[in-house]
């Protein structure tokens, strides 16, 4: 079975542009997260969508945002990119909202110019 | 608020000699509690969980874990690492099952 998969793998930008990152869950997973992790540090809560509803958010700019598809894939769209935005973007799904553990992909390389 | 703390930043230890990664949380309620193990431009991996039980809990590639509540704490173990063992280590917490917290990462150097 394919684990959880996020596109692109990498992906530069510069500042003030726009990125949209894209993941789709486990085969039956009804919950995704993302997580920012910035070089040197943990992972980072941003959302978690669940049956397509924001059930959390961290605290992050409104410049973060996204959604879940009925298939339940998930994008994450960041506005008006900054250079302390470059991380690496982690995806998670389980089955249910409060389900663990949760499982992650293998990200997506953020760079900001 | 929940929070983790990974006492150590870099454990360096000779091949097959023990090791022990530290870390620490805080919370008012009850938690499960994780070990997640990062390589090189990859994700997170699963090495273990507590959701409840034991208090002794066996992962994958020989890893163990022991919950001390009273102490705060979930000491990641290994009895003998392997040089393949290299790589970033990451304890979190999650209180009702709900949004990860984690560590800022413990990183294993293996030499041989």
């Known amino acids: 079975d394919a684990g959880v998969t996020q596109s692109p793998t990498h992906l530069i930008k510069t500042r003030g542009q726009q990125v949209t990152l894209r993941c789709s869950p486990i085969?039956?997973?009804?919950?995704v997260s993302w997580y920012q992790q910035v070089l040197g540090q943990g992972p980072q809560f941003i959302f978690q969508?669940?049956?397509?509803?924001?059930?959390g958010r961290g605290n992050f700019p409104d410049r973060f945002s996204a959604r879940q598809f009925p298939n339940y894939s998930s994008e994450l769209n960041v506005n008006a990119l900054l250079l302390g935005d470059s991380a690496l973007y982690l995806c998670?799904?389980?089955?249910?909202?409060?389900?663990?553990?949760?499982?992650f992909g293998d990200g997506t390389r953020l760079s900001i110019l | 608020a929940q929070s983790v703390t990974q006492l150590d930043s870099q454990v360096p230890v000779f091949e097959e000699a023990p090791v022990e990664l530290r870390c620490n949380y805080s919370?008012?309620?009850?938690?499960?509690l994780f070990w997640y193990v990062q390589y090189p431009n990859q994700g997170l991996q699963l090495l273990l969980k507590?959701?409840?039980?034991?208090?002794l809990v066996k992962g994958i590639n020989g890893f163990e874990a022991e919950f001390n509540k009273s102490q705060t704490s979930f000491h990641l173990r290994k009895p003998s690492v392997h040089i393949s063992d290299t790589a970033e280590y990451f304890c979190?917490?999650?209180?009702?099952?709900?949004?990860?917290?984690f560590g800022a990462g413990t990183i294993l150097r293996v030499k041989s």
């Open positions: 979190a917490v999650s209180e009702y099952g709900n949004k990860l917290v």
């Open positions: 507590y959701l409840s039980g034991s208090t």
């Open positions: 085969s039956g997973h009804k919950s």
């Open positions: 998670a799904s389980s089955f249910y909202a409060r389900d663990q553990p949760q499982h």
């Open positions: 969508y669940y049956e397509k509803e924001e059930r």
């Open positions: 919370s008012s309620v009850s938690v499960y």
